[in-house]
């Protein structure tokens, strides 16, 4: 019995002393609140290093670093500790005299159990007289698409200021919400100049390899509150065009740049060469059966008309390496029966010496062949060629479109390597005109230039025209397309980025959107819509 009642007491006390959280119960969605801060909020006067903010629970940072933006920026990293209920920040620098400072805290407080952001969390505090209230607020968004960027950040120098985004962090800078929308706040009277990047290395300074970036070639006079200071944010690599390697590799001699090319050029013109896809920044040379070194001089441009001008010397070497084999792709367009009009483009890999042209016929059946004659043959570069014929004359009501074959036969094509394509055989594919939609477009517009393009979800173009303000995109597939519209406003009849380096902004774009703010435009076959009207 004893024992017995020794063991109920030990049970009894264990079941006392287990801690348990407790089960059910509303999930906690409060964020935590601010209920004091040393300094105040707007104080005037402050000259204390320290910061400390008092929330009404327990918190916890997240990635207070890149969450809290102070400014003016500081040019040592402030130190963040939290103890239960207080945050409190070391700065370790001497504040500016006269300076008002904004913290912004973003997502950088939380609470302890459900990690509930803090929400409109900023202090501000002066270390003079005098609070500065002006602020600048607007939205940035993506260039082409025109949707929001998140995290972007947004920059603020000083008109007078000698430096700027591509060479030292900002004085006043904040990150874009998932709206794409920012604002900076406690500014005081001056001009600025503003400029907006995605930073993806977190240094405040802009990166032309891997970042997009906008700004605002005027400068912005501040001497009231401005809302609406939109920036669009694009990818236009600035660095200089630079040759970084030139050398042998295997049977090949490979010219390499820092980014890729646009066009090229080279002298003497007899060594055979192809860019290499979708490697654009390549050049790879063929051997001409010469052992010997070449003096060559590339002349190549980017899509920024950056060029590079370099003298090289093309050798090539005896190799065990086996060439690249030949390969042959062909892309057909699908047929309108009524239209008959065949468009075939060839792709190579590798530059092609000739052609055997008996080789290239289409087999319409057991009697009737269509063959090189009837065909029209052009090359869109040195390693597309483009074939064109209509069928309309061999065809009967009798014919199985089913049977009708485009055919590259083997050995069709030899490459510069003497090696030849294999036999492709390719059905044709025939279609009514009632099996595609069509897009009808109407324009209203003062710009001078512009061009439509109907484009796929993502954006590829599928279609595109210059400055007509009525037209009917015909015999587009069943699909969901968007139309967007490049406008040319110097009118020199190309769309362009522009130059931060010149401080020119790029050329305007407009997406359609329906009255819903729909972009997205669900075309069936056999149907028309429009005309939809493009205001811009």
Not at 408 to 415: D, R
Request: glycine residues 2%; aromatic residues 10%; hydrophobic residues 35%.
């Amino acid at each position: 019995m004893k024992i017995n009642y020794i063991l109920i007491n030990i049970l009894f006390l264990y079941s006392c002393a287990s801690v348990k959280m407790p089960e059910g119960g509303p999930k906690d969605e409060t964020p935590p609140n601010m209920v004091s801060s040393t300094p105040i909020h707007e104080q005037l006067n402050y000259t204390d290093k320290i910061i400390k903010i008092e929330f009404d629970e327990f918190i916890q940072l997240k990635e207070p670093e890149k969450q809290i933006l102070i400014t003016p920026r500081l040019t040592e990293k402030p130190e963040f500790t939290v103890n239960k209920k207080t945050l409190t920040i070391k700065i370790n620098e001497e504040l500016q005299a006269n300076t008002t400072y904004s913290l912004n805290f973003r997502e950088a407080v939380q609470d302890v159990t459900e990690r509930n952001p803090a929400r409109n969390l900023k202090l501000a505090f002066s270390t003079g007289d005098i609070i500065d209230t002006l602020y600048i607020k607007g939205s940035i968004f993506d260039l082409f698409t025109q949707k929001p960027i998140k995290d972007a950040v947004v920059a603020l120098y000083q008109e007078n200021d000698t430096t700027n985004i591509l060479n030292s962090p900002p004085s006043y800078l904040t990150l874009t919400d998932e709206n794409g929308y920012y604002s900076i706040d406690n500014l005081k009277s001056d001009l600025y100049k503003i400029y907006s990047i995605t930073d993806k290395n977190s240094n405040s300074v802009l990166e032309y390899k891997n970042e997009k970036y906008g700004f605002i070639s005027q400068p912005i006079k501040l001497d009231s509150s401005i809302n609406n200071v939109d920036i669009s944010l694009y990818n236009n690599d600035k660095r200089p065009l630079n040759l970084i390697s030139a050398r042998t590799t295997g049977k090949y001699f490979v010219a390499k740049y820092n980014k890729g090319l646009k066009s090229i050029s080279i002298q003497p013109d007899t060594i055979p060469l192809i860019i290499e896809k979708p490697d654009i920044n390549t050049i790879k040379f063929y051997n001409n059966h010469s052992f010997d070194s070449i003096q060559t001089i590339i002349t190549a441009m980017d899509s920024s008309q950056n060029m590079s001008v370099d003298t090289i010397y093309v050798k090539f070497t005896e190799s065990p390496r086996k060439s690249d084999p030949y390969q042959l792709n062909v892309k057909t367009n699908n047929i309108i029966i009524g239209k008959w009009l065949l468009e075939s483009v060839l792709t190579f890999n590798k530059p092609t010496q000739s052609i055997n042209q008996d080789s290239i016929y289409i087999k319409v059946d057991s009697l009737i062949t269509i063959n090189r004659d009837s065909m029209n043959l052009e090359w869109l570069n040195n390693h597309q060629l483009k074939i064109t014929t209509t069928l309309k004359n061999y065809l009967n009501d009798s014919t199985d479109l089913t049977l009708i074959k485009f055919n590259i036969g083997k050995k069709a094509f030899v490459s510069v390597e003497a090696d030849t394509s294999d036999k492709v055989q390719t059905k044709l594919i025939f279609k009514k005109s009632q099996d595609f939609g069509t897009i009808e477009v109407a324009v209203k517009t003062d710009k001078p230039s512009y061009i439509i393009q109907i484009t796929d979800n993502n954006l590829k173009v599928i279609r595109e025209i210059k400055n007509i303000n009525k037209y009917t995109f015909s015999q587009l597939e069943p699909s969901t397309y968007k139309i967007r519209v490049l406008i040319d406003n110097n009118n020199n009849g190309e769309w362009e980025l522009g130059d931060i380096t010149k401080n020119t902004q790029p050329e305007e774009i407009y997406i359609y959107s329906n009255d819903e703010g729909i972009e997205e435009i669900p075309l069936r076959a056999n149907f028309i819509l429009g005309p939809l009207q493009l205001v811009f």
